[in-house]
């Protein structure tokens, strides 16, 4: 990868990688401090990086730095939120969907959360995927299936309360 490469990928895919850590770890400092590091690495290594695997090394680059630094920090906390009682009201309230799907995410273990985000947010295929994570395609897809059965039983039961 040469100079110009570098910066189309810098441009290219920054955005990108800063929406995907910025909703796993949610502290905007944090997501910038990782793309920023993801970058390092890659011109660090751009001799050996094709710039047509530009974007999945920087992916697979800044999963793990994220990663690293949720174990560092011991930062992972598991919260139940319950829905709210209606109390028997006949009130009408509108659902916020994007909450709902947002709070059932982040209920998620982080792994399933993850691999939602780069499937049906960032579009990447099975075998991007498995690359980026460290695990084989059959591991990626099991994974995958129960995080949206997960997410689907959580706004079925949501949908039930309301």
Partial sequence: MNENEYNKSVECYSDHLYRF?????????HASDIVQSAFEVLWERKDDVEFDKAKSFL????????????????????????PESHGGTTETKQVDLKRLLHDAL???????????????????????MAGIT?????????TLYRARTSLKNALISIENTI
Avoid: C, H, W
Wanted: avoid cysteine.
């Fill in 59 to 82: 992916f697979a680059v800044g999963y793990k730095k994220m990663i690293d630094d949720f174990r560092k920090s011991s930062k992972m906390k598991y919260t139940e939120q319950l």
């Fill in 21 to 29: 850590i910025l909703k796993n770890s949610r502290e905007r400092d």
């Fill in 134 to 142: 460290g695990l084989n395609e059959g591991q990626v897809k099991i």
């Fill in 106 to 128: 982040g209920k998620l273990p982080d792994l399933q959360k993850q691999l939602v985000l780069l499937k049906d947010y960032e579009g990447y295929s099975y075998e991007e």
